[in-house]
C-alpha cells in the first residue's frame, strides 16, 4: 500500500463523478467477467448476481448484531442455517451460525473446540492435527488462539494420510482436520477414516467444505459416487461451508455448523460488566451486514435445489472438458481425482512455472501451487463458454515452454494472494 496520502476532500461530488472515479480505478482490475480468472471470484450468471445485489441492497443498512429489531434477519439466518444443515447430512439438535467467511468460520471453530476441551476438566488439549493441504486459516486461528498445529504430508493420491494423522494424534491433540475438498488439490479427503480415527481417540473432527459445501451435495444429487464426508459421519462435530464460494452469495457470507448445541456452546461470547449490561454475540464480529444474509437467503431461494444442482453440473462437465484438453496437449499430470469444480495439475515434463506465466502474459490468471509445482483452476458456470480458449491458449503455451522459447522469469508462478 505505497500510494500517496489523500486527504478527504472539502467538498463532495456527484454521485456520477464518484462512480466514474470508481470505474477509473477498477479499470487496471482483472475482468473477471470475460471467464479469464479461475480462482477469487464464484460467477453464476447475471441474474444471480442481480438477485444477490438488490438483496444485499435492500437490508444494507440492517445489522444482525440487534435480532430483536430485526427478526427478518434473524429468520433470514435461521432459514440459510437450516438450508445448510439438511444438505450436509446433520443430526436433529445439529446447529449453527453465518460468519463474514471460511477464515472466521475455521477461527470459531477451533475457539469452540478449545474451550469445550477446557471445560473437559483435565489439562487443556491445545494441538491441531491437520493434512499439508488444509486452508492456512487453521494456522491463522492457532495464532490468534494460542494453540498449535501438527502438518502432516498428504498420501500419493494428495488426500490426507490418514495413518500417518493417527500416529500424529497424541494426549494434546484437540482436533484432526479434513477437507472436502482441500483448496490446493481440490480433492476431498478420507472423512470417514477420519471420523473412526477421531472417534476411536476421542478427538474432535472439523470438516473444513469451505469450496465443497454447498456444491458437492448438487454433485452427489446429480449422481456421482462421491465419499462421505458430512455429518452423516458420527465422529464430525463441526463443519464449515461458505456461501459466497459455490453458494454463490455475496462475499462476506460463510456457515459454521456444530453436531449439537451442546458444543457449540462454547462459541458464544457473553459480557456484562459495563454500563449497557449483557451483550451477547454469537460469532467474532459485533455488527454483521444484513446485506450479507440477505443475499444469502435471497440466492437460496432464487436457486433452489434444481438451480444448484443445473450449476453443479455445468461446473463439473466444465472441469471434465479442462482434464480431456489438459490430457490431449499431453505432458500434464493431474494432482488427485478430481470430481467438483477444482482442477490441479503439474508436469514431469515442463516447468509449470514458465506454463503459468505463459497463461499469465495471455490474460488468464488462476493460483499457483509451489509445492508441488503445478496450476491450480477453481471453476464456475461462467468458465464453461472460455474452455475452448483456454485449451488453445494453453496448447500454444505449452508448446512454448517445450521449444524453450519461454522460461519462468518470477520464478515462483501466480499466487494465491
Ligand atoms: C478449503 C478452504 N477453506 C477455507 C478458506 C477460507 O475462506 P475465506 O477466504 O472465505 O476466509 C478457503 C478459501 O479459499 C478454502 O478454499
Known sequence: MGGERMALSRHGSSWDEVKSKMSALAENDFDWRSGRLAVYVFDAGEDVRTVARDAYAMFIAENGLGPAAFPSLRRMEEDVVGFGLSLLGAPEGACGNMTSGGTESI?????????????????????????????????????????????????????????????????????VVGSAPCFPFGVIDGIEALS???????????????????????????GVNLPPFDFALPGVRSMSADLHKYGYAAKGASTVFYRSEALREYQL??????????????????????????????????????????????????????????????????????????????????????????????GWMSAGLKEPKGMHLMLSPGHAEVADEYLGDMADTVAEVRSGDRVAVAGGGSRYS
Request: one cysteine or more; charged letters at 25%; a negative charge.
Open 107 to 175: 477461527l470459531l471453530a477451533v475457539k469452540t473446540c478449545r474451550d469445550w476441551w477446557r471445560a473437559q476438566g483435565e489439562s487443556a488439549r491445545t494441538e491441531i492435527v491437520a493434512p499439508y493441504s488444509a486452508h492456512p486459516a487453521f494456522n491463522k486461528a492457532a495464532e490468534y488462539l494460542d494453540v498449535s498445529v501438527k502438518r502432516v504430508p498428504v498420501s500419493d493420491d494428495f488426500t490426507a494420510d490418514v495413518e500417518a494423522m493417527a500416529t500424529a494424534v497424541d494426549n494434546n491433540t484437540m482436533m
Open 196 to 222: 473412526e480415527l477421531a472417534l476411536e481417540r476421542g478427538v474432535w473432527l472439523h470438516v473444513d467444505a469451505c469450496v465443497g459445501g454447498y456444491f458437492a451435495p448438487f454433485v452427489r444429487m446429480n
Open 269 to 362: 461470547f457473553k459480557f456484562g460488566d459495563w454500563p449497557t449490561g449483557e451483550m451477547a454475540t454469537p460469532t467474532i464480529a459485533g455488527t454483521r451486514p444484513g446485506g450479507a444474509i440477505a443475499a444469502a437467503w435471497a440466492v437460496m431461494h432464487y436457486l433452489g435445489q434444481d438451480g444448484y444442482r443445473a450449476k453443479a453440473q455445468i461446473v463439473t462437465e466444465t472441469r471434465a472438458k479442462y482434464e480431456r484438453g489438459l490430457k490431449s496437449i499431453g505432458g500434464f499430470r493431474f494432482w488427485g481425482d478430481h470430481q467438483l469444480g477444482l482442477l490441479a495439475f503439474g508436469s514431469d515434463e515442463f516447468d509449470m512455472f514458465a506454463v503459468a506465466e505463459g497463461m499469465r502474459d495471455r
